[in-house]
T-cell receptor
Framework: ETGVTQTPRHLVMGMTNKKSLKCEQH?????MYWYKQSAKKPLELMFV???????ENNSVPSRFSPECPNSSHLFLHLHTLQPEDSALYLC??????????????FGSGTQLSVL | KQEVTQIPAALSVPEGENLVLNCSFT??????LQWFRQDPGKGLTSLLL?????REQTSGRLNASLDKSSGRSTLYIAASQPGDSATYLC??????????FGTGTRLKVLA
C-alpha cells in the first residue's frame, strides 16, 4: 500500500463515452502527477499539479482534461478517446516539486481499453 | 534532451544468483535517480533514490550506485529470489524537475 489510491482499476469505454479516473493520496503531499504507460514505451508524463496549480501539460490532447480540486485529489476526465489511448494510466504524488530529492509514490493504475 | 536506456530488456536467472541491472542516461545534469519495481498490471514502487551528490544507496539485498560523470547507474540484487521477479525501471530527475523513465528490465528469477 503506497498511500495513493486509484479508481477504477479497469475501464472499458467506447470512443463516444465520457468517463473520469480518480486518484486520492493520503500522504500529505502537495504535488500530483498523471502518467501514461503504453506497452514497450517509457512512462510519459501527462500533467503535473503543485499546490493545486497545474504546472505542466506535456502536450496532451484536449480529450484528456485534468482536475485537481485540492492537494489530495486528482481527476482525469476522458472524452472522445481513440483506440491508441488504451494504456495504463498511473497517478503519482510527491511532497512538493521544488526540492528535486523526493521520492515519487505511485498508485496501482487504471488499465484503460478504448473500443 | 535527456534519454534513459536500460539494458538488458529482459533477464532470466536461477534463484540465488547475484545480478546487476544497468541504467544509462545522456545528460549528467541530474538532481537524482530513482529505481522502481513494477509488478504486472500494477503501479511502481520506489526502491532506492540516489541524490546527485551521492554515489550509492543500499536497502536490504539491493544496492544502487550512481556515476554521474559517465551517465550510469547500476542496481545490484544479491541472492535473488523468485519474489524478485518484476520489471525494474530507473528514472532520472533533470531539467525542469521532470522525471524521465527508461523502458525497464523485465526480470524473472527461476526457482
Amino acid at each position: 500500500e503506497t498511500g495513493v489510491t486509484q479508481t477504477p482499476r479497469h475501464l472499458v469505454m467506447g470512443m463516444t463515452n465520457k468517463k473520469s479516473l480518480k486518484c486520492e493520496q493520503h500522504l500529505g503531499h502537495n504535488a500530483m502527477y498523471w502518467y501514461k504507460q503504453s506497452a514497450k514505451k517509457p512512462l510519459e508524463l501527462m500533467f503535473v499539479y503543485n499546490f493545486k496549480e497545474q504546472t505542466e501539460n506535456n502536450s496532451v490532447p484536449s480529450r484528456f482534461s485534468p482536475e485537481c480540486p485540492n492537494s489530495s485529489h486528482l481527476f482525469l476526465h476522458l472524452h472522445t478517446l481513440q483506440p491508441e489511448d488504451s494504456a495504463l494510466y498511473l497517478c503519482a504524488s510527491s511532497l512538493s516539486r521544488a526540492e528535486g530529492n523526493e521520492k515519487l509514490f505511485f498508485g496501482s493504475g487504471t488499465q484503460l481499453s478504448v473500443l | 534532451k535527456q534519454e534513459v536506456t536500460q539494458i538488458p530488456a529482459a533477464l532470466s536467472v536461477p534463484e540465488g544468483e547475484n545480478l546487476v541491472l544497468n541504467c544509462s542516461f545522456t545528460d549528467s545534469a541530474i538532481y537524482n535517480l530513482q529505481w522502481f519495481r513494477q509488478d504486472p498490471g500494477k503501479g511502481l514502487t520506489s526502491l532506492l533514490l540516489i541524490q546527485s551528490s551521492q554515489r550509492e544507496q543500499t536497502s536490504g539485498r539491493l544496492n544502487a550506485s550512481l556515476d554521474k560523470s559517465s551517465g550510469r547507474s547500476t542496481l545490484y540484487i544479491a541472492a535473488s529470489q523468485p519474489g524478485d521477479s518484476a520489471t525494474y525501471l530507473c528514472a532520472v530527475l533533470s531539467g525542469t524537475y521532470k522525471y524521465i523513465f527508461g523502458t525497464g528490465t523485465r526480470l524473472k528469477v527461476l526457482a
